[in-house]
């Protein structure tokens, strides 16, 4: 994950990983890359980059700010992490390459920003009720 990759590379790598090895229905294994799907599937319907429809349909009508684009924001990003090999020193943790992000967890935002999210989706305040009401649905 330390090169940059498009998002359609990461499927297509994931998809001929070798962990396909299981019948489906009989095995459950968690990936983000359904994520990585929608993300693509929301470029082409949209006709634009999934970071600029993020902003335009979903950040700015709901005056979220202070969100961050880990592809491309990364010196905002705080605080950072560390890691150690076996007994060795604290050393800062190397982010993603950008591009591995994609739709999975391309942002983060302040725990404020993150509230106001949350107080959006409980108040159906940016889809229609009809389409809150069908996403809900099972």
Same mark, same amino acid.
């Given at each position: /994950?330390? $090169?940059?990759?498009?998002?359609?590379?990461?499927?297509?790598?994931?998809?001929? =990983?070798?962990?396909?090895?299981?019948?489906?229905?009989?095995?459950? $294994?968690?990936?983000?890359?359904?994520?990585?799907?929608?993300?693509?599937?929301?470029?082409? =319907?949209?006709?634009?980059?999934?970071?600029?429809?993020?902003?335009?349909?979903?950040?700015?009508?709901? *005056?979220?700010?202070?969100?961050? *684009?880990?592809?491309?924001?990364?010196?905002?990003?705080?605080?950072?992490?560390? /890691?150690?090999?076996?007994?060795?020193?604290?050393?800062?943790?190397?982010?993603? =390459?950008?591009?591995?992000?994609?739709?999975?967890?391309?942002?983060?935002?302040?725990?404020?920003?993150?509230?106001?999210?949350?107080?959006?989706?409980?108040?159906?305040?940016?889809?229609?009720?009809?389409?809150?009401?069908?996403?809900?649905?099972?």
């Amino acid at each position: /994950m330390d $090169q940059a990759r498009e998002a359609i590379d990461v499927v297509h790598a994931w998809a001929a =990983a070798s962990h396909w090895t299981s019948t489906p229905a009989t095995r459950w $294994q968690y990936s983000n890359t359904n994520f990585v799907l929608a993300g693509l599937i929301v470029e082409k =319907a949209s006709g634009m980059p999934f970071w600029r429809f993020m902003v335009t349909r979903v950040l700015r009508p709901l *005056n979220l700010q202070e969100m961050l *684009n880990l592809d491309t924001d990364r010196d905002r990003m705080e605080p950072l992490g560390y /890691m150690r090999n076996a007994l060795g020193p604290l050393r800062p943790a190397a982010l993603e =390459a950008p591009g591995w992000y994609f739709g999975d967890g391309e942002m983060a935002m302040p725990v404020e920003t993150l509230l106001r999210w949350d107080i959006s989706v409980m108040d159906r305040t940016l889809l229609k009720p009809a389409s809150t009401t069908r996403s809900r649905a099972r």
